[in-house]
């Protein structure tokens, strides 16, 4: 069976409804420096989309009529010899208010129904705690069996290793449940990284996962929350600093100045035990560096997930891509779906 862990989902009637449209629109955070519009794709019959700019000027995210009718999402599944999908919110987690997560709680959880339980949802929740979104949480939990819920890796420019999540947080640990942080298109501190359109769109969430990543396991995260397993999509930014730079041994000679903070190992351990990637998307990472990311993270630490609908054929080509690795028969399959299966209890 293959999996893929990330697919994307949005209502298609935002499209359809203004009054949906102009609450979605209208939640866009300009303190934050993100700005949304609907507009027209150019070159189609009235066909819609919604463009997310930050800063004003510089798109980030789309998302366009039609990419998510279930009939088309379950045919590019067959296309793809893809069995099962994992369905996300594409980056607008970062400011959707308690309301517009529950409508789109509900309606990835009809999806899933209608789609005969090859469609998964995670549960989106603004993670705060308040009671209001605790009971959401659990209502996502107990109600609709979502086992594992989706957070951005930053909500404005307060990273989650903060204090104000904590108490959300500790009810994801006592439920049980295990966090996918979607990557956001730029890190907190963005203003180097919006001249180029693929700095900004590519470099820059790879940026944002990396900086997430070092703060959860540096802080005491998973101290206060040893239950917890966090998946981070695109290989975590940049697999290979986080899993050797950023834990340096203790030097064998004594120096004058110690330059890295290093400890017993309780730090690495950490990473390992309690954090997961998901390679959000095979064919943009290419051949050599996703076996390199085998090498470095284990293939029981990386699931497969395409982005779908970013680029369509990152689906339909994307397990194909994955058997031509060359790594084991054995490692293909925990990261084609033994992981999303273990970590998201599909």
């Known amino acids: ?38 507009e027209e794709v150019p070159g189609t019959d009235g066909k819609k989309q919604v463009v997310l700019e930050k800063p004003e000027g510089s798109p ?3 998302y366009v009529q039609g990419d998510y009718v279930l009939s088309g999402m379950l045919a590019d599944l067959d296309d793809a010899g893809v069995e099962k999908a994992v369905l996300k919110v ?16 509900d309606g990835m959880y009809e999806y899933g129904q209608k789609s005969g339980g ?3 949802p995670l549960a989106v929740v603004p993670p705060y705690g308040t009671p209001d979104s ?11 069996g ?37 990557h956001t298109p730029i890190p907190a501190e963005y ?10 769109r590519s470099y820059g969430r790879c940026v944002d996962q990396g900086l997430a990543v070092g703060r959860e396991v540096f802080s005491d995260f998973f101290v206060k929350h040893p239950n917890i397993k966090m998946v981070h999509s695109m290989l975590g930014g940049g697999f290979f600093a986080i899993a050797s730079m950023m834990f340096p041994q203790q030097a064998k000679k004594t120096e004058a ?23 959000s998307h095979a064919q943009p990472w290419g051949k050599v560096q996703l076996e390199c990311a085998v090498k470095v993270l284990g293939a029981d630490h990386i699931i497969f997930g395409t982005s779908y609908p970013v680029r369509k054929e990152w689906l339909t080509g994307g397990p194909s891509f994955v058997q031509e690795l060359d790594i084991s028969e054995e490692e293909k399959e925990v990261i084609l779906s033994e992981n999303a299966e273990k970590i998201y209890r599909i």
């Not at 930053?154 to 006592?174: K, M, P, Q, W």
Request: hydrophobic fraction near 40%; proline fraction near 2%.
């Open 1 to 38: 069976m293959v999996i893929d862990a990330n697919m994307y989902w949005i209502p298609e009637s935002i499209f359809t409804d203004d009054a949906l449209m102009e609450k979605f629109l209208g939640e866009v955070p300009a303190e934050y420096g993100w700005h949304g519009r609907c």
């Open 60 to 62: 980030n995210l789309n």
């Open 90 to 105: 594409p980056g607008c987690h970062e400011w959707m208010s308690l309301e517009m997560c529950h409508l789109f709680n």
């Open 118 to 120: 090859r469609l998964i």
């Open 134 to 144: 605790i009971a959401e949480l659990r209502r996502c939990h107990d109600e609709l």
């Open 146 to 182: 979502m086992n594992a819920v989706q957070v951005s890796a930053h909500y404005g420019d307060t990273y989650l290793d903060d204090e104000r999540f904590s108490a959300f947080f500790d009810v994801v640990n006592d439920l049980g449940m295990n966090v996918y942080v979607h």
């Open 191 to 200: 203003n180097s990284f919006c001249a180029y359109n693929n700095v900004r």
């Open 257 to 279: 100045v110690s330059r890295f903070k290093s400890d017993s190992g309780e730090t690495a351990q950490r990473f390992r035990e309690h954090i997961y990637f998901e390679m």
